[in-house]
């Protein structure tokens, strides 16, 4: 039975900015698929990190690849989908960016182009289906998969950009960061860009970064995901952290897609990224020591946009209102700062105006009477 506390933030709208499908299918649904393919013999153990357990992030990797053998097919994709956006609307999300990498599997006849199709029915199935959840989708590039085939990859995206009625609307550079360098991604990522593909990127989420993330920021990203040794206290630098929140720019002479907010002395502060924070995600996959030392308080405390997320919650067993709840407990936030919190991520979504209007109108419609 849920204490008041986890009604709180189960009932809390929020934005989910940070999703890897294949890391987000739940329990309920790996049963499922192991039903189907007994003969691969995967256990539980093989597929999720449970409460109070850690992982290297090779580690975490190499349970990936299990859950990819689980998914190979369109009908799995379909239902994983379909039971991903289900499972973050029964957990109160109420804007969904999904993200996944488009696979090709001889054995059962999927292709990139079929994978991609299938999230997006998937997609088109929940809203016949009046979820309530509206649900946009990032092409997400495999670093491990070198500079060709992202260029494939961009223009696949390109096409489904221009036929998805807006569900396809930007790029994630995602995979083990341990493997190839961003230079040889970097046409790629600079064409999709051009194309108006929104780019969210996996920069710094491991400590040999640096050079990397300095190169794929001046693209630049609209959004950063981990970015955990960005910041000096976690082996960063400033350089890296200047670039990433560059004050008084004047306003004429960017072209980003920017807010600004303006500072007690009067003058413009420019935002260029949001940081998409996934919490347990770090520490189980232990690139984080432990959840007070998590990067969060350097980017809160700066006032720097960020974003809770929770990265894969079936790998890591969590869930949105969780990662929430643990923020809050963690670094002290009051219950009218979380809500600002969850509030503010509209801001940050890769859909346009009018979407981030209706969201906006969703939260004033629920907001509780004390934070009035
Ligand atoms: C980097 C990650 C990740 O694409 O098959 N992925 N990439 N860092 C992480 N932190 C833990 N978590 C997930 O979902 C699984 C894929 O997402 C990326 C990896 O490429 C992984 O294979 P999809 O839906």
Known sequence: MDNEADTFYRELPKVELHAHLNGSVSFQTIEKLIRRKPQLNIEHSMTAIGKGQRRTLDECFQVFKVIHQLVDSEEDIFMVATDVI???????????????????????????????????????????????????????????????????????????????????????????????????????????????????????????????????????????????????????SQGLVDKVVQKNIPLGRTYFNISSLPLDNGQLFLWIFFSELCLTSNVKGQTVQCYAEHHFKYWYHMGHPIVICTDDKGVFATDLSQEYKMVATTFGLSREAVWKLSQQAIDYIFAPVSVKEQLKQKWRNLQPQEFK
């Open 86 to 236: 289900k499972e973050f609307a029964a957990d109160g999300v109420k804007y969904l960016e999904l993200r996944s990498t488009p696979r090709e599997e001889t054995a059962t006849g999927l292709t990139k182009r079929r994978y991609i199709e299938t999230v997006i029915k998937a997609i088109q199935q929940c809203k016949k289906e009046r979820v309530d959840i509206d649900v946009r989708f990032l092409v997400a590039i495999d670093r491990r998969n070198g500079s060709q085939v992202a260029m494939e990859t961009v223009q696949l995206a390109e096409e489904f950009f221009l036929s998805s009625d807006g569900l396809v609307i930007g790029i994630d550079l995602s995979g083990d960061p341990t493997v190839g360098h961003g230079r040889d991604l970097l046409s790629a990522l600079q064409r999709a860009k051009n194309s108006g593909l929104k780019l969210s990127l996996h920069l710094s989420e491991v400590p040999s970064q640096h050079d990397e993330t300095d190169l794929l920021l001046d693209i630049p990203p609209d959004r950063i995901g981990h970015g955990t040794f960005l910041h000096p206290e976690m082996g960063g």
